[in-house]
């Protein structure tokens, strides 16, 4: 239920914001992206920040919070050990 009224409150406050912006409801697609984009972002900055007030540089914070990943997925070819997300480890895959 928590869940449900902070979303629905986060809701209400972007709607504001595009009413003042002038945007209508669905936005035009560059900004709806560009929405998704800011909550992607805005998802890491809470993590990184702790990260960053335990004494770590902002590079290493992103790093290990495994930023990248989060935003941009895993590339094609890159890190292609899956890693387990509870511990940030990553797993043998055992070939036979």
């Known amino acids: ?34 929405g998704l984009l800011g909550i992607l972002l805005g998802e890491q900055i809470v993590p990184v920040g702790r990260q960053m007030i335990a004494g770590i540089s902002i590079r290493a914070a992103w790093q290990q919070m495994r930023c990248e990943q989060h935003v941009f997925g895993v590339m094609p070819g890159r890190n292609t050990q899956p890693v387990d997300t509870v511990s940030n480890v990553r797993i043998s895959v055992v070939k036979s």
């Open 1 to 34: 239920m928590k869940a449900s009224l902070l979303s629905l409150g986060a809701g209400l406050a972007v709607g504001v914001v595009y009413s003042l912006l002038g945007v209508r409801s669905p936005a035009p697609p560059v900004v709806a992206l560009i």
